[in-house]
């Protein structure tokens, strides 16, 4: 080979090595990009241990949520507040006083996720709806076909609560689902009340005791997981996690004794959550 031939080749290796330098140098920029994109979407959960003095609460629940405003939910949502509060102001003292009712508290149900994502006008991940081996049920997880006194079963339940001036404070979207015996409930918040963050109490049974622990989830969210022991004659664990400026929490309750069960079920979803 010639010294013009060795040097021609020397500059094509060269062109090819400056090729895949930049084709990796992309490929990981592309794939950082993708990381930000995604933590981005993630937030944090605090679950706190009440303290003595706390009655009636075991631990707390904090989270930072994007906070939505009354107009971006759906006429439902807001129409359904009015008429509560007319019905509130239709009451005597008397009655006010001897009602169990909670003012400005309302309960809408749905059979589907779409239909209960019209009526919310804004739009909520549930990856569990498409989620073949689970069978849909109401939502505390009961099936559907189970004897009620009263109506009928449905799967969704939107409950919130909101002033008589039409302020929202949040929005909770219940759906329930069955693993064969075990019942599989997914709760999501949405704030729509602009004080620094969301944040509410769990109480069990008197002397529950309970472990918090994190999980990582597949697709890169941490999850805090929390499992009560000695809480009845019941098994069940539950986690909580912020995705795409919600709150997430995710309840699976079985017999007592089916504590792997429970727990195994509970990771599969968190494994599988997009």
Known sequence: M?????IGAGKKNLVLMTLAALS??????TEGADT????ERFG?????????GDSGTDCWIEAELTVIGDEEFGADIRGGLDEEWQWWNSLDGMQQALSS?????????????????????VSIDNPLETYDWLETADHLGIALDTPVAFGERKHIEITYQGSSDGDISYV???SGYRYGDLRVMIRVTLDSDDDGGYRFGIDWNDGTVFEIEEYGMKNGNIAQLVTPQGAGNYSSAESYFVQDGLLYRIHIVGSLGQESEVRQALEWILTEFK
């Open 172 to 174: 909770n979207v219940g």
């Open 24 to 29: 990796c140098l992309l490929a990981a920029c």
């Open 101 to 121: 009712s909670l003012p400005g508290y309302c309960v809408l149900n749905f059979d589907t996720w779409e239909a209960c994502e019209a009526a919310i006008g």
């Open 2 to 6: 010639s010294a013009k031939q060795l």
């Open 44 to 52: 944090t959960v605090k679950i706190i241990r009440a303290e003595q």
């Open 36 to 39: 930000a994109a995604d933590s």
